[in-house]
């Protein structure tokens, strides 16, 4: 254990660009006092979309010979494994990859401390020795995919679809993508990212030929001994440029009717989704509404919890609740098919990104704020996505903008100069 203070992000800038070297970087807040830094697994695992498996059978099984960290990455279209709803695969990700560490560093920021974890935890330490400079601005090409009009085309066809009685919400994005300038890497993007927009669940991993940069502030699902908790989050609005104007805006998020609303019906499908592995009676609310306070943004956050029925473990909560609530909509399945009927594949961008500790216990975020970068030939392209909740009342102008700021963090860190 050391007691030197470490910036994560100082200590990953030597791996940034090492396959299968991870960071989860959190920024403290929210809970999540900790950061992680993972590397050299010696046991990975790929489910490619043409593979059969079941999803939660080889996610128990990769879990029952682990004894030391286990990172996974469920895209979006995971969910067409576990509820019963045809989604269109992306051709560049798997959907789902795992990784077995068996050692990491731990920086816990409470505490002020690092320490080496898992079978060989100097090893572990002696990572900190390694430093390299900060990388170069990775500026980039970044486009929509579609027009304006046409997300607002899909949110009236919802608005519509709402009308009619056929669901009560849905989650629907809009997509960008571009191409990082020579020489610049994913790397680059997350420090840029992590500097200018922290979060308190973001992360960054390194695959062969991949790489994943968020900076969610979403938690999907957290496990402690037989305790689970969720806390989605909808309605976000900007901080505002004085304390007077940034209270506004919060008391703003507060009264609103629709973000509440919208808040609720995830609460209430989070209910749901937890009753099927919680104990009978044990699954409760235990905040609501809450108006929290983000680097730039303010978000209306509410928490479920339960405890998790004996004999059920972390494949088995994830099954009964992936895809996440806050961004498929209510019912979720017919959620999805609407979703699947107006936009592509999602990939990684909704799915989630887990960690699963020795004991079982669980920590996981939902991948908004996130882009997912593929190499080839010509060097680093990306894609990524931003949605909004889709209701009764929506307004397609209104939620373009929405998602268009959602998504503005991301696109200063890839395109800005510095």
């Not at 579609?146 to 919400?169: H, N, S």
């Amino acid at each position: 254990m050391r007691l030197t203070p470490i910036d994560p992000v100082t200590a990953m800038r030597p791996f940034g660009d090492e396959p299968w070297a991870a960071l989860l970087a959190s920024d403290g807040s929210e809970g999540a006092t900790r950061s992680f830094l993972l590397r050299r697994p010696d046991r990975t695992l790929t489910l490619a979309a043409d593979d059969i498996s079941d999803a939660q059978t080889t996610i128990r099984d990769f879990l029952a010979s682990s004894t030391g960290m286990v990172l996974g990455l469920a895209a979006y279209e995971l969910g067409a494994r576990v509820e019963p709803v045809a989604l269109p695969r992306d051709p560049d990700w798997p959907d789902l990859i795992l990784g077995h560490y068996p050692a990491w560093l731990e920086l816990d920021h409470a505490a002020g401390t690092v320490s080496g974890r898992g079978g060989d935890p100097e090893a572990a330490l002696a990572w900190l020795a390694a430093t390299a400079d900060a990388p170069a601005s990775p500026a980039a090409t970044f486009e929509p995919e579609a027009r304006p009009e046409a997300f607002e085309a899909a949110v009236a066809d919802v608005v519509r679809r709402i009308g009619e009685g056929e669901l009560f919400q849905a989650n629907i994005a809009q997509a960008w993508r571009g191409e990082l300038a020579v020489g610049a890497t994913p790397w680059g993007a997350f420090e840029r990212l992590a500097a200018t927009s922290p979060a308190p669940l973001a992360a960054f991993w390194r695959l062969p030929d991949r790489a994943l940069v968020s900076h969610s502030p979403e938690r999907f699902l957290e496990l402690q001994g037989r305790r689970v908790r969720t806390r989605p989050i909808k309605g976000p609005r900007p901080r505002g440029a004085t304390p007077d104007e940034d209270a506004g805006l919060a008391a703003e998020l507060s009264s609103s009717a629709k973000d509440r609303a919208e808040n609720l019906m995830i609460v209430d499908l989070m209910r749901n989704d937890l009753a099927r592995v919680c104990e009978p009676g044990s699954v409760e609310v235990t905040d609501l509404f809450a108006v929290e306070a983000f680097p730039n943004v303010w978000h209306l956050v509410s928490t479920v919890e339960g405890d998790l029925r004996e004999g059920a473990d972390a494949a088995d909560l994830l099954a009964a609740t992936f895809p996440p609530g806050s961004i498929t909509g209510a019912p979720k399945t017919q959620a999805m098919r609407v979703i699947s009927a107006l936009e592509g594949p999602r990939g990684p961008w909704c799915g989630s990104l887990f960690r699963v500790d020795p004991d079982g216990s669980m920590d996981s975020s939902v991948l908004i704020r996130t882009a997912a970068f593929v190499e080839d030939a010509g060097g680093w392209r990306f894609r990524t996505l931003a949605g909004a909740g889709i209701t009764a009342d929506s307004e397609p102008l209104a939620e373009r903008l929405e998602t268009e700021a959602k998504i503005a963090g991301l696109r200063r860190a890839l395109t800005e100069a510095p």
